[in-house]
């Protein structure tokens, strides 16, 4: 708490001393000092995000801080500067930040939809490990029950958007239904029927059914429950047999047209008295069932059905169950149908779950019967209200001025909200990552511009040379290997026991060492740590930047080369160092800027292959893993990330055009 | 001059009706399931095979027999319609006619290949891919088309004036490592086109009791192959075509299909190591030289030369179609934003919102109301291929249909008056939010978010997110050309923009354009193998360079599995990069000093 306050004392201190001593000196300087709006605008702009970093980090330590503070001491003191030198400047800027807004909107939609559409549940995922198992045996609870309380912590239970588009058909009811499976098996009869009440009413069915069924008890039956198992055999007549099944007759055969009604496959018969002495195994035929009951219509035996006949019977049925849930196809639907027919037909201790199975087809056929496919032709949109998932996650559920960090703040808060697979906060992970990711592509891009600048400025001076020639098709040829190539073959080389074991390619510290200890370091122990683990994916990284910042920094000084001011600067006499590096290179500097805003984004999502060789455990492989796991607040959080520091890229990288080349004005009139 | 071409379309034209006719009423030269496909050159064939030539002779006599069958009849059909295009033009105001007399032969086209008997030579465009052979096919023909018929059929420049085409592709020529990417590159496409007949288990000729097979052939052209063995037809699948005779089978020059497992060099065979084979009587032996796995095999024993030779049609493939895909959304957006800019799309309030109305209806019909349309024709026999043509119809006829109903409401003075759409802007915005999302996390979060893995889809995703540098050159270029005089002209002349966009600007504006395509290519290429190799999106069957690449991980002292395929990507991009390099010197004369 202590820290956080600190924190954010030093960072209103690093915001508003620049401004005020800019003030006071432009004051003194210049007497005719008028506060404009601009200023309470732009440091309302700014302060809004220097707020937005305070939330998003959290709990710091003090490289953090000074990190942080630096940058906003930076860009406060280019903001006051700008205020009262160039306000146009200024004033484009803010448009700039200001159309950040609706693009940076568009993404968070794009991400949203994209990854709703996707077939991934993360509920599934949860309820299915290890924890959510443990969790359910626990509390005691099902597996559906524990799925119901994921989705409702997540909010999934929710409609996803403020409206929804989709046929006349479409319910509302859909997304409420736990199981994925389900839903996109009533998602699918709905595009085919049409008509959602008798759709619930036919899943309902099944799931009684289902329910029904399971409360059979496979070793009840086999111990033998006289009056339900072992009915008597009755005479009703002289000639109709038939069993006494729950007080209901059931005759053998029907009267009609003599065809067995109820066959059973055999028949154990043993003395009541000891029930394992085989005594005789009967399989019945059409024929001889008849007579072979009435002649042993005693009470002294008595049929039962093998263990396994029971289980595999109660499996299948259940089975049956389930692929009614899960699919629409009529051919399987029909192949179902036919399978549990059969087995209610055989074997009689099914007979108490039959009505249920009755009832399930007879809503099967309601269903086809009056199905209304006509609706799905036409458009309708249903307003779902404030209460919808993009909006809890936009919003969050914290009502305004509360203090309570428990409930998600939302974006607009700075708030991601949390993982759902590990339930932390996703701010914080993010964070954590992209500290790790974006030291790697500073050092790899430091790296690069330290290398390329001089052998593209060498290149472009001697040009036509050997030199000039010979790093042109090397670094051709770097920029056309791809990374995932060179990654492995540096390893293959560099990281093995067998030709060099100079690095190290897995993470980015000891794996034996815990993460606490390491993060318990100083951060130059550390880096000293990190070294040799950083080395290969940085090489891995820079190379190919190599030959882009080279080549372009080449053509730009070619063409300063040509121009007149420099053969005047050589002919006044200078130094050709002084030619080359105050006058033309100053002069050829533009096109690296444009470069320079692809920096950022870099250390969020442009590493992922090589962060997952190296198992560097980054933005990129945390991207990565929340893909394959349907994490999708981490994967949103990356996206939208990404995005506003694309743009903070590209605004930058137009301020500093302005910088370099005082020409170039932002605020261009039409 | 038009008459050469005539009288060549016409011998083409014969030449394709021969090919198409004539396999109904041959069935002398067949297999042995008898089902009546013609084997071209069979007197040739034969005679090759009694002078008893080495086996990769064979490749030569396949060209032979293959070009005629392929190109021939597509180019036949093509100059065909040409032609009766140029014919037809002969009456006077007949435009109507035209186009009818081109679509008509279109879906005669499109029919003929829908044929059996013809889709085996649609598979070899693209394996499995037979639909997007039908949408490149028309594409094509349509291209072909539209060619204005002077311009095609006429000499083209009569003066000796500067000509920018002819200079441009004199710079290009005068650039050796691009010209040399050229030919490379005209390697790998020859060896993504031959690839079944250059990687295959199953032989290319079978000679058996005096009758010539070709199994590879039938393979391709007959979805349940089967040959004669001892009196019962065999299906292909159960049959051990080294067995068989070896005087008497000519073999790929790669005997492997990529698919197929090696029961006894499992677990990473070497290349130069011990490569067993068994032969007889249980009995294990050293690899025989021609059978040997000359670049290794992977964890279960797959070929690794096969799957690289299989692989590079599917690293072409993805290239082109993808960048196909993108060129065509980033040229038009890119031509549209710039000539209209933000201050020229003027048009009835009513039509705009007829065109979203219409957009709404095409997507609820397409995709909502016929959702599951195609699983549903997939399951029950029916045609895919129909499906998507509906869902497309849809999707963009109804938009079309719509903005035509607007007239009706024409008379309402608020609904018909005049509204600015600030195109640029969206389209730039547009730009700048899938910019702003980094590519490769996009795509795989896409490629991750299919129910089934597919190669077509990954193509789709790599087109529909990298057309972003496409439409921003093209914008560039139309602000230009916009401005110039000729343009002027169009308008003055009462062209419709519709002409002067497509007719008058485009051309003039594709020079940037091509130079970005084939630096795309290189980098949806990097781009797919970059997915292959994270395992993501690309069926799992699926042999590709990026997929052997991640077979590597599994056993690091497999060297052959890192070289090889890391070579071939290398390769290509390179070549790509190269021509890209090659056109830009060549387009921008004022690189040239």
Redesign the interface.
Known sequence: MISSLLHIVICLIAWFTPGFIAAYALNKREQNFEPKWNLLLGIGVLSAFGTVFIVFGGQKDVFELVFYAGIIFISAFLTTRLMFNEPQKLLYILKRVVLFI??FF??TL??FF??K????DPVEAIANSKAGKSAAQQNNVSNDQVKAQVRKRLGLDKPTFYFS???LADSDELHKVIDQNHRENLH?LT??YGNWKEINDYYNSIKKAKADLTQLSVDSIYDANTEFLFPEIVQRDTAVEGWMVNGQFRPYIDSSNKTVLYKKNCIHLYDSSHRDSVKEWVCFKKDTIYKEYRYRADSSLRYIYKKDDINNSKNTILNNYNTLLESE?D?VVKDVFSRSDSLFDAYSFLYPYDKSYHRLKKARKIMEQKSTSWK??I?SIQINGMDNQYHAWLVGTRPFGSQDTTLPGGLIRGDFGLSYLTGESVNAEIWRKFKISFELVLIAVILAYLVSIPIGVYGAYKKDSLFDKGSSLIL??L????N??VA??L??YFS?PDNFMWFYSNGYHDYTMAEDVYYEMSYWERLKHSAPYMVLPIVSYCYAMFAFISRIMRVGMLETLNQDYIRTARAKGLSESKVVWKHAFKNSLLPIITIFANIF?LA???S??IE??FSYNGMGMA??KA??EGDYPI?IA??CL???L??IGYLVSDIMYTLVDPRISLSKKK | MSLIVQHIGLHLLVLAVITAILPYFFSRTTDASNKGYLIPFYGLIKAIQKTKLPWWFSLIIIQCYWLPLNWVHFIGIAIFFLWIYRWASFFEGTERLNRLIIISGLLLSFYSLLHPVYQGYTGLFINGLFELDMIALIAGLLLLSRLNKEKFLKKKYHSKEFNFTKYALQQFHKNIPARVGLYILGGLVMIGFYADFLANSTPIFVEQDGKLHTPVYTQLIDPTPSFELDGKDVPYGQIQWRKLSKEKSYFALIPYSPTDNDKYNRNFASPGGKQRDKLGQGKFVEMDGRFRHHLGTDQIGRDVAAGLVHATRISLTVGLISMGIAALIGIVLGALAGFYGNDRLLAPRITYLMIILGL??GY??AF??M??AAENAR?EDGSVLLVYLIKSLLLFGLPVLFAYLSKLFMGIKFLAKPMLIPLDRIVM?AI??L????R???I???A????EKSLVLIMIVIGLTSWTGIARFTRAEFLRIRELNYMEATRALGYSNRRAIFKHATPNALAPVFVSIAFGI?SAI?IE??LS??GIGVPEETVTW?SL?NE??QN?EA?WL?VFP?LA??VT??IY?LIGEGLRDALDPKLKK
């Open positions: 609706p693009t568009i993404i794009l991400a994209i990854l559409s996707s077939p991934m588009f989709g046929t699918r595009r085919k196809n051919a799905n032709y458009p051709f040829i920029y056309s290997l791809p995932f190539f492995l073959l390893i293959r093995n984004p969020v999502g442009g992922v292959i997952m060789i991207s990565l893909i394959y994967v990356v996206f990404a995005g506003m694309t743009m | 709404v209806m609820f019909y909502v109301t959702e599951f399951n915005r700048e939010v910019n702003s999302i980094p490769l996390l996009l795989i979060t896409i991750a978010s299919f129910e290189a990097l193998s970059s190799f994270l990026g690449l590597y991980r690091d060297w890192i890391g990507i290398f991009i390179t990069n």
